[in-house]
């Protein structure tokens, strides 16, 4: 033994070091691809479990407006275009607004999901639906007020009075909302997704059966699309809430507490930050329908901007899914402790975010005007979205990114000091809110091209979009 071990080398030849060493490389390399690759794998499963049915919820609650609107799309261009003022414009505010302040919920739930104190999501519930129920009736005069708003802001009277009477017709959705936005986000937090998904899909179903009889059939017009849309909204929150209330949640739900009263300023500012950005992401797709009312030709310029704010509004609930679900993960590995992997779970969710994003954008290029179809037979409008198709499939697909970015993933991830996506995105965070500001001043003087209603709707919608990204790249 003690002769061989004298006979052996002690220095191994260079060439089968190499080749030892390129061979180990190659074997570390392989294996960490495969690491990586199942990382990835676990993750996204994580992240699917979530999203998917947050998508399908989110689809099918979207779905409620877009069926509306394409009955009433039918009826007129006038109905069509005071219809889109009413949900787009007055509702969408509000919703925008209500949806910053539900934001907070979804870090609450998810930090308490994680760190297994399930008594407190009922209570952060509860807190929730108080705030936002005060909130909703505070801004209950905008809706009946809206048709003198509308005249005031320098809208045509036929589409004030017929938006304005809209606009009264849609309170029930309001109330709903600031009932719904609560109750998706305390069942996502315990990833009891498949409860929203299925809730929000029984809702539309119905809603496009009952939606037909009444307009169809018995031929109530806008009255009876607008009734439909409400009662689907509630059938939603009715289901959401005698699941809970009735024992879906045992751990999390104890019933009602005087603790839901408490902290209510703490909550607020809590939801400031990224409720301030998610509600002027939310407004400023809003604003551009209403700058269009100020167009010759005003009803074809607005069906048609709204048509395709219809369209990327329903394909941004697959981002938005994204936000969410992206939240839920974020707050579920910050509470268990794990800044890694709320790091990896925002890589994931965006990467998966941008390919979806780039389908749809080979979606829209090809079918081109035929996706108006839905909603509207008028050659006019059909032409008229012919023109913006393009600049529609460009910003589906910027926006396939920016909201995952801009919500309350980031906020946790900045809060976590995770220095990587602060680095990539917080210069999107800092300056998204000074670019929505900035971008109404460069749009006011657009108005006196007020002969090209086409053009001046692809020049307002795209100049929204310019100086929103040379506002991100500033930072």
Known sequence: MGEDQARAPLLQPLGDFEAGGAGAGAATTKGRVRRAALEWWVESKKLWHIVGPAILQRIALYGVNVVTQAFIGHLGDLELAAFSIAATVVAGFNFGFLLGMASALETLCGQAFGAKKHHMLGVYLQRSWIVLLIFAAALTP????????????????????????????????????????????????????????????????????????LVQRLELGIVGAVASADMAWWLVV????????????????????????????????????????????????????????YLKNAEIAVDALSICQTINGWEMMIPFGFLAATGVR????????????????????????????????CLILYFDDKIALLFTSSAVVLDAVHHLSVLLAFTILLNSVQPVLSGKPLNLYLSGALPLLASLGGRWFRMASIGRLRERRHLLPHRSSLGYPTRLAAAVWSRGEVNQYENEEMG
């Open 142 to 213: 905008t809706y009946i007020f809206m048709e003198d708003l509308l005249l005031l802001i320098g809208q045509t009277p036929e589409l004030s009075r017929l938006a304005g009477q809209m606009s009264v017709w849609l309170l029930p959705q309001h109330f709903a909302m600031a009932m719904l936005l609560p109750l998706t986000r305390f069942l996502q937090s315990q990833l009891k997704n498949w409860v929203t998904a299925i809730t929000a899909a029984v809702a539309l179903a119905i809603h496009v059966v009952v939606t037909y009889v």
């Open 330 to 361: 974020v707050a579920n590995e910050l509470g268990a402790g794990s800044g890694k992997g709320a790091r990896f779970a925002i890589v994931v969710s965006i990467t998966t975010s941008v390919v979806i994003g780039l389908v749809f954008w």
């Open 238 to 293: 009715l289901g959401q809430y005698v699941y809970v209330v009735g024992g879906g949640c045992p751990l999390s739900w104890k019933g009602f507490t005087m603790e839901a009263f408490a902290d209510f300023w703490e909550f607020i500012k809590l939801s400031s930050a990224s409720g301030v950005m998610l509600c002027l992401e939310n407004w400023y797709y809003r604003l551009l329908v209403l700058l269009t009312g």
